[in-house]
């Protein structure tokens, strides 16, 4: 280990230290082209674009819906299951909202974001002549200063607070209105996180850190498991679905359920990780900004989480995973030596597979595959690149490995519908 030194010249911060596994290098590269795309809700046009130029090579026929979902299809036999696969192309975002007289910018969130994370941001408006350069403007470092810090507070909590999110505002140089819309800046337009993707630390790890993770991890983990597949013949069909406007009500994933019609469905998607030192806390709530693994019981880096349920308290959202699809994907870990956990439950976060299980004659079977996430719907979103890796070869072993023997039956007895195949005949 180097015993600590003086950095002489630290002019070349520019170029990273990095030493990330070479085995990460491809994966990263095909991450970071679909990662820095911004995708709010309903403008999933730039992701969309380019999950068809990816998924072509890949899949036997690939469509796109008038909703943006992207549907990339491997054929199975004709006799053969169809599995439905989404992960969600858009991530929470912004959206301008109105430009005021003196050039400032007003916004709104798309999605759930607390106030606190775009709080003194640089962000990035989107507009049809390229992307303009932005800032969340924060209250000044010099004021809110005490010199009479008698507890070592020298910044008093009275004084400290985040603006909620109507209170904040955009700043872009303009001093007036017009000097705005000079720009090319117009209410309506997407506004992002200005974060490009970079190892964390320096990607010995297998660490990465960026914004939008949730969920282009799900469908990176998509992609992986298409590669995975290659040549390979499968009994199955597969959909695999960019699905849009996730993060404002699973929106695409219902449409794209309902057109499918599907006989199951394992989707991927970004699960809340822990964060912050785990010493000293205890159990229970972690507090702020700690996240402890008895609050949301999933850590970066432990490999693909298999989901049993999410938001069960919700009545028209929330996943109940399926036991026969959960004990197959827990099967095919054990077998492929794929690093796994099961994740029992997820209080705050649900994702598409809850919405395929409304979709479809009967219902569909649903599962969700999630990758470890910290510091989700922020600037700084950090995941695990080996997490990912492992989700991959998991949904690629489902979908190799399953046949006819498959048998989705709710119940092991003569009166349950059996087979790898949901009843579409009505029982009257």
């Given at each position: 280990m180097r015993k600590w030194d003086i950095c002489e010249d630290p002019r070349g911060i520019s170029t990273r230290v990095t030493n990330p596994p070479t085995e990460l290098l491809?994966?990263?590269?095909?991450?970071?082209?679909?990662?820095?795309?911004?995708?709010?809700?309903?403008?999933?046009?730039?992701?969309?674009r380019e999950l068809v130029e990816i998924f072509k090579p890949l899949c036997d026929e690939v469509h796109v819906d008038h909703m943006g979902n992207v549907y990339g299809i491997r054929k199975g036999s004709p006799d053969g299951p169809i599995i439905y696969c989404p992960a969600h192309s858009d991530s929470t975002s912004f959206i301008v909202e109105h430009i005021e007289p003196d050039g400032y910018i007003r916004f709104l969130q798309q999605g759930l974001i607390p106030p606190f994370l775009p709080y003194g941001e640089r962000m990035i408006i989107i507009t049809p002549d390229g992307p303009i350069t932005a800032v969340n403007g924060p209250q000044a470092g010099h004021s809110h200063f005490s010199y009479a810090g008698a507890e070592g507070k020298y910044y008093p909590n009275e004084l400290i607070k985040t603006p909620m999110i109507n209170d904040q505002f955009i700043d872009v140089g303009a001093r007036s209105r017009e000097e705005v819309l000079s720009m090319g800046i117009r209410p309506g337009q997407q506004m992002v996180y200005d974060r490009d993707l970079q190892w964390l630390g320096d990607g010995s790890t297998g660490c990465v850190t960026c914004r939008g993770f949730d969920d282009k991890v799900g469908c990176q983990v998509l992609i992986e498991s298409l590669i995975q597949l290659q040549g390979k013949k499968i009994y199955p069909t597969v959909v695999m679905v960019g699905a849009v406007q996730e993060e404002i009500g699973l929106r695409g994933a219902a449409n794209a359920g309902s057109l499918l019609d599907a006989d199951m469905a394992v989707g991927v998607d970004g699960t809340i990780s822990e964060a912050g030192p785990q010493t000293g806390n205890g159990f229970g709530v972690g507090t702020s900004p700690n996240i402890t693994m008895s609050e949301t019981a999933s850590s970066m880096g432990n490999g693909v989480y298999i989901s049993i349920n999410d938001i069960v308290w919700s009545a028209i959202a929330g996943l109940v995973g399926n036991q026969r699809i959960i004990s197959r994907l827990v099967e095919v870990c054990e077998n492929q030596g794929i690093k796994y956990e099961v994740e029992s439950t997820m209080p705050y976060i649900t994702s598409d597979p809850a919405a395929a299980q409304y979709s479809g004659k009967g219902g569909t079977p649903a599962v969700t595959l999630k990758i470890p996430v910290r510091y989700t719907h922020g600037p700084v979103e950090c995941c695990n690149l080996w997490d990912t890796v492992a989700a991959g070869k998991c949904l690629a072993g489902f979908i190799e490995g399953l046949d006819e023997s498959f048998d989705l039956a709710y119940i092991d007895i003569p009166e349950a519908d059996h087979g790898p195949k949901k009843r579409r005949d009505p029982y009257l």
């Amino acid at each position: 280990m180097r015993k600590w030194d003086i950095c002489e010249d630290p002019r070349g911060i520019s170029t990273r230290v990095t030493n990330p596994p070479t085995e990460l290098l491809p994966v990263f590269e095909r991450l970071k082209r679909i990662i820095e795309i911004p995708s709010a809700p309903g403008y999933e046009q730039g992701i969309a674009r380019e999950l068809v130029e990816i998924f072509k090579p890949l899949c036997d026929e690939v469509h796109v819906d008038h909703m943006g979902n992207v549907y990339g299809i491997r054929k199975g036999s004709p006799d053969g299951p169809i599995i439905y696969c989404p992960a969600h192309s858009d991530s929470t975002s912004f959206i301008v909202e109105h430009i005021e007289p003196d050039g400032y910018i007003r916004f709104l969130q798309q999605g759930l974001i607390p106030p606190f994370l775009p709080y003194g941001e640089r962000m990035i408006i989107i507009t049809p002549d390229g992307p303009i350069t932005a800032v969340n403007g924060p209250q000044a470092g010099h004021s809110h200063f005490s010199y009479a810090g008698a507890e070592g507070k020298y910044y008093p909590n009275e004084l400290i607070k985040t603006p909620m999110i109507n209170d904040q505002f955009i700043d872009v140089g303009a001093r007036s209105r017009e000097e705005v819309l000079s720009m090319g800046i117009r209410p309506g337009q997407q506004m992002v996180y200005d974060r490009d993707l970079q190892w964390l630390g320096d990607g010995s790890t297998g660490c990465v850190t960026c914004r939008g993770f949730d969920d282009k991890v799900g469908c990176q983990v998509l992609i992986e498991s298409l590669i995975q597949l290659q040549g390979k013949k499968i009994y199955p069909t597969v959909v695999m679905v960019g699905a849009v406007q996730e993060e404002i009500g699973l929106r695409g994933a219902a449409n794209a359920g309902s057109l499918l019609d599907a006989d199951m469905a394992v989707g991927v998607d970004g699960t809340i990780s822990e964060a912050g030192p785990q010493t000293g806390n205890g159990f229970g709530v972690g507090t702020s900004p700690n996240i402890t693994m008895s609050e949301t019981a999933s850590s970066m880096g432990n490999g693909v989480y298999i989901s049993i349920n999410d938001i069960v308290w919700s009545a028209i959202a929330g996943l109940v995973g399926n036991q026969r699809i959960i004990s197959r994907l827990v099967e095919v870990c054990e077998n492929q030596g794929i690093k796994y956990e099961v994740e029992s439950t997820m209080p705050y976060i649900t994702s598409d597979p809850a919405a395929a299980q409304y979709s479809g004659k009967g219902g569909t079977p649903a599962v969700t595959l999630k990758i470890p996430v910290r510091y989700t719907h922020g600037p700084v979103e950090c995941c695990n690149l080996w997490d990912t890796v492992a989700a991959g070869k998991c949904l690629a072993g489902f979908i190799e490995g399953l046949d006819e023997s498959f048998d989705l039956a709710y119940i092991d007895i003569p009166e349950a519908d059996h087979g790898p195949k949901k009843r579409r005949d009505p029982y009257l």
